[in-house]
């Protein structure tokens, strides 16, 4: 069954340094999206890509947040410049036309230090 | 932002009996809701879902009930079984912006008792 990849499982970084978190879609799906969860916390929204264009993004989703296609299968998120508070769980999610169900990858858990 | 709710943060049911998850949200603009059951070290994963045309979906031991009115919905197990343990998480959509986003409520533990 076809199924969201993300890397890495984990990334321990420390503040103030970029990071690039991994995506690999489900491969016939269109949409695509980031959702992170601080730890005890709800999973929130940080925007979504079609097109090849963000289609919305959230309040999170500032200007040291940005997400790129760089080819046909991956989709990543960068956070330029990492805060302690960036510290979560973060999970892509990918949707195919017709059905409005996103599936989502295991996620990576990304530990600012 | 309490657009989604899950006021039980946990909940017990022995084996065999009934689960009953609630879920209310606020915003009526929401059209498609749906239900995920989380794992530890894993991503959220699809478990039924309901249009706001209907007020009824069943899928095998998994029913979800959506009342408009009191903008409220609940997801049923039954019969429960351990491995439905895990943390559901219920999801309001509506289509904004050329795509749908979700907003999740914060989960309820759930615990099924052998």
């Known amino acids: 069954e076809p199924e969201v990849t993300q890397t890495p499982s984990h990334q321990v970084t420390q503040m103030g340094q970029e990071v690039i978190l991994r995506c690999v879609p489900i491969s016939n799906h269109l949409y695509f999206y980031w959702y992170r969860q601080i730890l005890g916390q709800k999973v929130e929204f940080l925007v979504s890509f079609y097109n090849n264009e963000i289609s919305e993004k959230s309040e999170i989703f500032d200007d040291q947040f940005s997400v790129e296609r760089p080819d046909g299968s991956n989709f990543t998120l960068k956070i330029r410049s990492t805060k302690l508070e960036d510290s979560a769980m973060y999970f892509c999610?990918?949707?195919?036309?017709?059905?409005?169900?996103?599936?989502f990858g295991a996620g990576t858990r990304l530990s600012v230090l | 932002d309490q657009q989604v709710k899950q006021n039980s943060p946990s909940l017990s049911v022995q084996e065999g009996r009934i689960s009953i998850l609630n879920c209310d949200y606020t915003?009526?603009?929401?059209?498609?809701f749906l239900w995920y059951k989380k794992y530890p070290a894993e991503g959220p994963t699809f478990l039924i879902s309901?249009?706001?045309?209907?007020d009824k979906n069943e899928d095998g031991r998994f029913t979800v009930f959506l009342n408009k009115s009191a903008k409220h919905l609940s997801l049923h197990i039954v019969p429960s079984q351990p491995g439905d343990s895990a943390v559901y998480f219920c999801a309001a959509s509506s289509f904004t912006s050329g795509t749908y986003k979700y907003i999740f409520g914060t989960g309820t533990r759930l615990k099924v008792l052998a």
């Open positions: 999610a990918s949707m195919g036309t017709g059905r409005n169900i996103q599936y």
């Open positions: 915003n009526s603009m929401f059209d498609y």
């Open positions: 309901i249009s706001s045309i209907k």
